[in-house]
């Protein structure tokens, strides 16, 4: 199975994608977190890219779409995957769209989660996340289930991304509604493209998009 996650920052993608990657046994290829191991390890790419993700910018079409074709060839990925944060651009949409042909395979289903702008800002500063294993929280919305422990590792230590300020993310927010919102026409004039309200409980927009996978079925 093959899937887009697509939606804002701060819809639930992340979320999902997590949720997902246990529910169909594939895995999770988010552009972001690619990125951001590629700032921590400090290579080329990431020297670059962290000054645009500071600012909310998005980093250039070469970057990214070499860095999936390169990740969806590793083994890990025959039986499918889950691209959360790309594509982010019709340029990348296409290039996708090539690669998938080189490869014949195609995509399952694009799943686009809807949540209204006041709710993102809200998420994204509610956003935080284990230091030690990465797994995703939320002040409001997910808490840890002890205070101070993380409930996958027990780890004590928690972080938060540095574009996560409310400056970046109007400067994100903008960048969507610019070059990413032009996506959903392009993958519904296909069929390929289904709407859920994100705007529900995690555990409620799971089960919509798994109904999705066996109404498909
Ligand atoms: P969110 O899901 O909160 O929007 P991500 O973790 O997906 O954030 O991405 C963080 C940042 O990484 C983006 O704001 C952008 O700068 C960069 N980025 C991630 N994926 C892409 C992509 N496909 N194309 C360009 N830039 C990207
Ligand atoms: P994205 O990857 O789209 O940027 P995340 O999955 O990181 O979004 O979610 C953003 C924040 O909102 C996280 O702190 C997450 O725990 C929280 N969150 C995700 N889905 C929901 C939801 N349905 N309701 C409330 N909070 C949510
Ligand atoms: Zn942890």
């Given at each position: 199975m093959k899937i887009i996650l697509l939606g804002p920052p701060g819809a639930g993608k992340g979320t999902q994608a997590d949720r997902l990657k246990e529910y169909l046994s594939v895995p999770k290829l988010s552009t972001g977190d690619m990125l951001r191991a590629a700032v921590a390890e400090g290579s080329e790419?990431?020297?670059?890219?962290?000054?645009?993700?500071?600012?909310?910018?998005?980093?250039s079409d070469d970057i990214m779409v070499a860095m999936i074709a390169d990740r969806i060839q590793k083994p890990d990925c025959a039986k499918g995957f889950i691209l959360d944060g790309f594509p982010r651009t019709i340029g990348q949409a296409q290039a996708l769209d090539q690669m998938f042909e080189k490869l014949h395979i195609g995509i399952d289903h694009?799943?686009?989660i809807k949540v209204n702008d006041?709710?993102?800002?809200?998420?994204?500063?509610?956003?935080?996340?284990?230091?030690?294993?990465?797994?995703?929280?939320?002040?409001k919305s997910k808490p840890t289930?002890?205070?101070?422990?993380?409930?996958?590792?027990g780890s004590?230590?928690?972080s938060q991304r540095a574009d996560d300020r409310a400056e970046t993310v109007a400067a994100r927010l903008e960048q969507y509604n610019q070059q990413t919102a032009p996506l959903l026409p392009y993958y519904s004039k296909r069929g390929t493209l289904h709407s859920v309200d994100g705007m529900q409980p995690i555990d409620?927009?799971?089960s919509e998009i798994t109904d999705l996978f066996k109404v498909a079925a």
């Open positions: 790419i990431g020297q670059k890219a962290d000054k645009i993700m500071r600012t909310g910018g998005l980093v694009v799943i686009e006041a709710a993102l800002v809200e998420r994204i500063s509610n956003r935080f996340s284990c230091s030690k294993c990465g797994a995703g929280y939320n002040h289930k002890v205070k101070g422990a993380c409930d996958t590792c004590s230590e928690f409620t927009v799971t």
